[in-house]
């Protein structure tokens, strides 16, 4: 007898082929049939009309922390995602342990956006390696999971107080990180990522020549983490792929991580992140709520705030300073209720004022906690750009960054996004979407028996509505240890989701099932290779 049987549904399997009516069968976590079956099954469930497809895989999130107090990994199943990789850009919670704590504590507060408060209320650290701490996720989570290693917590266990600040990584040689990389050959189903200057800026020969022997000296395939694709500019990913292609000519494979939607930022003078690199702001930034509240209620502060935001010396995050371009993302209090969701620059003209008085009136009145969403119009032409880009063998498909700047974004709508995408502006099938979003990530690292709905194949799978899958807006959540709160955002047209056959999500609801597996390297992967990696 069938565990589960999801009768009538549309399966998308994820290794790209047609989509085709078929029922799927459920037996002791795996899929066992797909295809018309007459066998009984203890729970049958109708999926007419609804597509069933592998549960996504999340190659890039910074659940590490969060899994200890939130199991389920919220909202990311949510989102069709039943695998997420944690321990990425060189951040993780161990091997460092407790004499460590404060130290990694407040680089994942400064670097990745997770509230200390929360950090400090909702972690044990008494951990003393880093298998240790990977027991403690053992059967306890609402989906599958791994671990990379992150640089910056070795550095500092090695090291200490040595191991430089505010980012430990951030100090080593060359020869340290090949030398890490040689490390990773020793040990079977384990893979790379990296995030490296020329990741945003363009790479040096330098870098591409680093990642290029880090992929050979572990003969594994190495992503680095974001390719951005701007239609202003449509020749700088082609650009940054060639490091892809130099380093293939050399037997080694690296990978660009990138983006399948726009994922923009929102802002507030509570957090202070990404506002506070603007020139000379960070000083009044870093005072108490009630101080700043004070200062920024201040017309001298504000108008030297507002000149230094103005400068040649903001760089890049001189375009905030066009106050008017900001969208009113979310109030706290009634009285500025009426202002939620328009423009800045219609509600200055609207009262007679200056845009940056107006953004921190509102913002004062909020307690400073204000959502604000600077508004860019995307060209039509990038998502053909984006679709061109996920085609090519040099991209996969993610960087959610699902975990962290929680203050800022909820990255766990990638999937989501995409697949609406897809759905309003076509040029891309949704079985080569379901694969990029599956297969594709699954191979790339190696997991065995998931990313396909395919017989003897685990049973994460995810049953969405294709006509109107997608994500609702990112609103606060004061749902974190500490009193800390985070950005969240539901799905739309995600009905189902199953981990291990069990279902996580039911009716678009998380279910507080965790029948999820904490992925081990060598038992739960497979070793990928690369052409020049050798024996």
């Not at 650290?125 to 240790?132: M, V």
Request: glycine share 12%; proline share 5%.
């Amino acid at each position: 007898m069938l565990d589960l049987l999801l009768r009538g549904g549309t399966v998308v399997d994820g290794t790209g082929a047609a989509r085709r009516v078929a029922d799927v069968g459920v037996r002791d976590g795996r899929v066992v049939d797909v295809g018309p079956t007459d066998e009984p099954a203890a729970r049958t469930v109708d999926v007419t009309g609804l597509v069933v497809a592998p549960g996504f895989v999340d190659i890039h999130t910074h659940y590490d922390a969060q899994l200890f107090w939130d199991p389920t990994a919220s909202p990311s199943p949510l989102h069709g995602v039943t695998t997420a990789i944690g321990g990425n850009c060189g951040f993780s919670l161990a091997p460092a342990g407790a004499a460590h704590a404060d130290y990694l504590m407040r680089m994942m507060a400064r670097v990745e956006g997770m509230p200390l408060a929360a950090l400090e209320a909702g972690l044990p650290w008494d951990w003393g390696s880093f298998a240790d701490w990977l027991s403690r996720l053992d059967d306890g989570i609402g989906i599958n999971a791994g671990f990379l290693c992150g640089h910056s917590a070795l550095r500092r266990v090695v090291m200490g107080d040595g191991a430089q600040q505010p980012v430990p990584s951030r100090a080593a040689a060359r020869d340290e990180l090949v030398a890490l990389a040689e490390a990773v050959r020793d040990h079977p189903g384990t893979t790379l990522e990296v995030i490296l200057a020329g990741c945003l800026n363009g790479f040096t020969d330098d870098e591409v020549d680093l990642m290029t022997t880090m992929s050979l000296s572990a003969n594994r395939p190495i992503n680095w983490n974001v390719l951005g694709v701007n239609s202003l500019n449509p020749d700088a990913h082609w650009r940054q792929l060639e490091a892809s292609t130099r380093a293939a000519e050399r037997g080694a494979r690296v990978v660009a991580l990138t983006l399948p939607h726009a994922s923009g930022i929102r802002l507030s003078f509570l957090s202070g992140f990404v506002l506070d690199g603007l020139p000379g702001w960070r000083e009044t930034m870093a005072l108490p709520v009630d101080q700043r509240i004070r200062a920024l209620s201040d017309p001298e502060v504000r108008a030297r705030l507002a000149a230094g935001a103005s400068s040649e010396e903001a760089g890049v995050l001189r375009g905030l300073a066009n106050w008017s371009n900001l969208r009113i993302d979310e109030v706290r209090v009634d009285a500025n209720r009426r202002y939620e969701g328009r423009m800045v620059g219609e509600i200055a003209a609207e009262r007679g004022e200056d845009p940056f008085d107006v953004v921190l009136d509102i913002a004062i009145a909020d307690g400073l906690a204000t959502g604000l969403r600077p508004v860019f119009r995307e060209d039509p032409k990038a998502w053909d750009l984006k679709v061109e880009v996920w085609r090519d063998p040099r991209t996969i498909v993610g960087g959610s960054d699902a975990g962290a700047h929680l203050d800022m974004m909820c990255g766990a709508v990638y999937s989501t996004a995409m697949l609406a995408g897809v759905r309003e502006k076509g040029g891309i099938s949704l079985e080569e979407a379901v694969q990029l979003l599956t297969d594709a990530p699954a191979r790339f690292y190696g997991l065995r028996d998931r990313g396909r709905v395919q017989p003897g194949w685990r049973a994460d799978l995810v049953v969405f509505d294709p006509d109107t899958i997608g994500h609702g807006p990112e609103r606060t959540r004061e749902d974190l240890p500490g009193g800390a709160w985070r950005l969240y955002a539901e799905s739309t047209g995600v009905e189902r989701v199953y981990v291990n056959g069990v279902d996580v999500v039911d009716g678009g609801r998380i279910t507080g099932a965790t029948p999820g597996t904490l992925l081990r390297s060598g038992r739960d992967t497979e070793t990928v290779t690369v052409p020049g990696g050798g024996a």
